[in-house]
């Protein structure tokens, strides 16, 4: 589990560009603290896309959002201090973070709900440059596609000892639809709901889990996990249980492409774990 002042250090290492294995880092980014109120925050990430540096926000605040935030396009990197940043019911559907192409966000210790991308995809966060989230959790969003974070072409993904929980979409990834590069750490990623593909996850790049769960997701079909259009989706020490969908597989759905079990379990799944996918899960017993 990251600590708080090695997060600080490594967040500030990303946004300075420090990213050769033991390179010389350069004096601490300024860290910024931010006022417990959406338009403050709303400010910062405007000032910390054209400089840099860490926000620290206000020690757990609700940033209760009307309005969009602005899309991170430079090197951002947000402390929350267990806030929680949340769509207002009231307000126009938007998706709570957008990250460009070309930029960096990391994320440590927040909570990101109710975002809402009816239409398109991404309902909490869209990434289409590089995102880092460690410890937190981001539930209770909904989209068309990708509920929770979507992670698009190109882009790239890390998600450490945090949870993916009660996102909801109308087509696929419940939780997480990637067409990226993707890796989950010490994640859970449960209770999502996708209308047809992938409850919990819809991968077509490249995925990679360990040590992380895929748990009580719902889907048409694939219920966990759905593989498809030549994805590679490789679980090391991981496990697909108690997931459900209306149509076989429950579990893993491989369409086409490549699922690798490494000391990996699949099991409890309805109606099926993988029997049913079109191209076979190697080691997924049914």
Do not use: W
Not at 41 to 68: F, R
Not at 134 to 141: G, L
Not at 198 to 210: H, Y
């Amino acid at each position: 589990m990251f600590t708080h002042k090695s997060v600080v250090r490594l967040a500030q290492a990303l946004c300075l560009g420090v990213v050769a294995l033991g390179a010389t880092a350069s004096p601490a980014a300024a860290q910024t603290p931010v006022t417990c109120d959406p338009g403050a925050l709303a400010a910062a990430i405007t000032a910390a896309n054209a400089s840099g540096g860490t926000l620290d926000l206000a020690p757990g605040c609700t940033y209760m959002l009307s309005t969009p935030l602005p899309d991170i396009t430079g090197n951002v990197a947000i402390d929350a201090n267990h806030s929680t940043l949340i769509r207002s019911s009231s307000a126009p559907a938007f998706r709570i973070l957008t990250v460009d192409a070309g930029a960096n966000l990391y994320l440590h210790e927040v909570s990101i709900t109710n975002g809402d991308a009816t239409g398109s995809f991404g309902g909490g966060i869209a990434n289409f440059g590089t995102l880092t989230l460690t410890n937190s959790s981001v539930r209770n969003n909904t989209a068309d596609f990708s509920g929770g974070i979507g992670n698009a072409a190109g882009a790239q993904a890390t998600i450490a000892n945090s949870r993916i929980e009660g996102n909801q979409v109308s087509q696929n990834g419940g939780g997480i639809a990637n067409d990226g590069s993707l890796t989950l750490l010490r994640t859970s990623v449960a209770g999502n709901t996708a209308g047809q593909l992938g409850g919990g996850i819809e991968n077509d790049g490249i995925v990679r889990t360990e040590n992380s769960h895929v748990i009580g997701n719902q889907a048409n079909t694939g219920g966990g996990i759905a593989n498809i259009s030549g994805g590679t989706t490789n679980l090391f020490h991981s496990i697909v249980d108690d997931n459900s969908a209306a149509n076989a597989p429950g579990g893993i759905l491989n369409n086409a492409g490549i699922v690798t079990l490494t000391d990996s379990r699949v099991h409890d799944n309805q109606p099926t774990n993988c029997a049913g996918s079109p191209v076979s899960v190697a080691n997924c017993v049914n």
